[in-house]
């Protein structure tokens, strides 16, 4: 696994870097080599917080953790990645290596006990009427709805787009890409 590093107010140590590879190095088997792991470091006073993507095969996964030593946040990141992969075992094991899920489950007692999911179950459908629309707008309709994301067609480019609130109140924005 490829891992890239990107640091916000700090510079990471090589002792950082080998505790990351060493934590990251126990995915190996179910990622693939061409796996790339991003690893984000942003320090705001007494806030160190530790982002880590991991794309493989098309499929993203993502964990954001915030602690007072970026030591512990990468600790519970790994955690929580680990446990994503646990929770959707079933269905991963058809996108990687057969066995391997298996296996590292085994072989890594995780903090968080989560229940493994076999359907996803879908509790509602709404049809939602899609008009163009900018993003201004679109971020209005959102908070006048209370809704935490909202999707809309962009007025400029006239592609179908969402828009959804971050963890720290500012907004994010979804644009569709063919790559894999």
Same mark, same amino acid.
Not at 1 to 8: H, P
């Given at each position: ?8 107010n ?7 870097k080998?505790?990351?590879?060493? !934590?990251?190095? +126990?995915f190996?088997k @179910?990622f $693939?080599?061409? =796996? ?6 942003t %320090?705001q006073k007494n806030d ?5 993507t ?15 030593e ?21 269905k991963?094991? !058809?996108?990687? +290596?057969?066995?391997? @899920?298996d $296996?590292?489950? =085994?072989d890594?007692?995780?903090n968080d006990? %989560? ?8 509790a509602?459908?709404?049809t939602?009427?899609?008009k163009p629309m ?9 908070n006048?709805?209370n ?17 959804y !609130? ?15």
């Open positions: 696994m490829k891992i890239t590093y990107v640091e916000r700090v510079n990471l140590r090589d002792n950082f080998f505790r990351v590879e060493k !934590k990251l190095g +126990k190996d @179910i $693939s080599d061409d =796996a790339v792991a991003y690893v984000t470091v %320090v160190q917080t530790v982002e880590i991991i794309k493989d095969k098309g499929i993203f996964y993502r964990a954001e953790q915030t602690c007072a970026m030591n512990d946040a990468v600790d519970k990141v790994v955690d929580v990645i680990g446990g994503l992969i646990r929770k959707n075992k079933t991963l094991e !058809k996108k990687h +290596k057969s066995g391997a @899920i $296996s590292f489950i =085994a890594y007692d995780f006990t %989560v229940a493994e999911e076999d359907d996803f179950e879908i509602r459908t709404k939602i009427p899609v900018s993003v201004e707008e679109a971020i209005l309709q959102m006048l709805l809704h935490q994301f909202f999707m809309f067609k962009d007025a400029d480019t006239n592609e179908i787009v969402v828009v !609130k971050r963890k720290a109140g500012k907004y994010g924005l979804l644009i569709p890409d063919d790559e894999d």
